[in-house]
């Protein structure tokens, strides 16, 4: 079974500009997290999509927007891009216990490399 | 809001010895935790999830533990390997089983050859 896929993996934009980043969720997976992590803050959650619905939120900005999409495939976008959202930006599908799988483990893509400059 | 915290920051040690890394998490409520390593510029990696009824599960060389009540977690790790250098981060996830992870900070393993 494919893994989670990001694409791109790295992106470089200018201050002010908008990105948008893509994940694959794991074949069967429903629901899809992201996460920023940066040397100064770690891992910190940025929302959750479980059928093409926003389901959890993190404390960011309405800068940062996500959808999700019937195939379960989702995106973020940022708006407005500041240099400190500089990060990766990690997307993770959630097992949802079958097929040998463990409920509720998250499984990480290798993530997109964000630089605003 | 839950807090969780990895001791030490980092740790080098000469292949070949058994290690400890630690995870304490302030509320105790969780729904599981899941232990990650992650190589530098890398996704993560699961490496093994407690549900909170459980006390340790097991993966090969590793072997990871959970005390709910005091809020702790241990991640040993037998007979280590050079390829066994990574940041090790821990998550917990809140008992909604919402499926938002609450990340510590991180071990950054070194195996000396």
């Known amino acids: 079974k494919a893994g989670v896929t990001q694409t791109p993996r790295y992106l470089i934009k200018t201050r002010g500009q908008q990105v948008t980043l893509s994940c694959s969720p794991i074949?069967?997976?429903?629901?899809v997290s992201w996460y920023q992590q940066t040397p100064g803050q770690g891992l910190q959650f940025l929302f959750e999509?479980?059928?093409?619905?926003?389901?959890n939120k993190g404390n960011f900005p309405g800068r940062f927007s996500g959808r999700q999409f019937s195939n379960s495939r989702s995106e973020m976008n940022v708006s407005t891009l500041e240099l400190g959202d500089s990060a990766l930006y990690l997307c993770?599908?959630?097992?949802?216990?079958?097929?040998?799988?463990?409920?509720?483990?998250?499984?990480f893509g290798p993530g997109t490399r964000l630089t605003v400059t | 809001k839950q807090e969780v915290t990895q001791i030490p920051a980092a740790l080098s040690v000469p292949e070949g010895e058994n290690l400890v890394l630690n995870c304490s998490f302030t509320d105790s409520a969780i729904y599981n935790l899941q232990w990650f390593r992650q190589d530098p510029g890398k996704g993560l990696t699961s490496l093994l999830l407690?549900?909170?009824?459980?006390r340790e599960q097991t993966s090969g060389r590793l072997n990871a533990s959970l005390d709910k009540s005091s809020g702790r977690s241990t991640l040993y790790i037998a007979a280590s390997q050079p390829g066994d250098s990574a940041t090790y981060l821990c998550?917990?996830?809140?008992?909604?089983?919402?499926?938002?992870?609450?990340f510590g900070t991180g071990t950054r393993l070194t195996v000396i050859p």
């Open positions: 999509y479980f059928s093409e619905t926003q389901r």
């Open positions: 407690i549900q909170s009824s459980q």
């Open positions: 074949s069967g997976h429903r629901s």
């Open positions: 993770a599908s959630t097992g949802r216990g079958l097929a040998g799988e463990t409920p509720y483990e998250q499984y």
């Open positions: 998550a917990v996830q809140g008992q909604t089983g919402a499926n938002n992870l609450f």
